[in-house]
């Protein structure tokens, strides 16, 4: 067995945000998530004061960025926190998703009293779709967000921990 790139988890450090939102750049369709096409989630994760502590940095064994992910807790549901994710341009595609998500879950288990973790997935993007069947998410809706400059429909997948 491989061992796992994804070795260490800490607050986002203002040099990796900027790496994040400057740096990463992903090709095709999946520029949709380049931070700099959405002037809100670049704002906010280039910012500590909007950051707050909710996001993270995944790093490998020589604390190279590999990832992120942020949690946003619901304010209704309590028991429940939407995860946003990503891992590096460069780790797309190699079949990483899954090992992703698991580490992911493990720490807000580990962590974190939420019951339910809810993503919202674009829904062109079936890479993503697949990688979140595979690990138990069911589609529970779609919403339409403001992103990008447009108006994008977005699946909204749940799973209970």
């Known amino acids: 067995m491989n061992k796992s790139i994804f070795q260490k988890i800490a607050m986002l450090s203002q040099k990796n945000a900027l790496i994040i939102a400057d740096k990463w750049h992903y090709n095709g369709q999946y520029a949709f998530y380049d931070m700099k096409n959405d002037q809100e989630d670049y704002d906010e994760i280039i910012s500590p004061q909007l950051r707050k502590n909710n996001y993270f940095q995944v790093l490998d064994e020589d604390d190279n960025l590999v990832a ?6 619901d304010k209704e549901k309590k028991e429940q926190v939407e995860v946003g994710l990503g891992l590096a341009p ?3 595609g190699r079949g990483l998703g899954s090992e992703f998500m698991t580490v992911i879950e493990n720490y807000v288990k580990n962590n974190y009293d939420y019951q ?3 993503l919202a997935v674009a829904e062109f993007n079936l890479r993503a779709i697949k990688v979140y069947q595979k ?4 589609n529970t809706g779609t919403e339409m967000v403001h992103s990008n400059g447009g108006i994008y429909k977005f699946n909204i997948m749940t799973k209970k921990l």
């Open 90 to 92: 460069n780790l797309t």
């Open 68 to 73: 992120f992910f942020c949690l946003d807790p």
């Open 116 to 118: 339910v973790i809810v």
């Open 135 to 138: 690990a138990a998410y069911v």
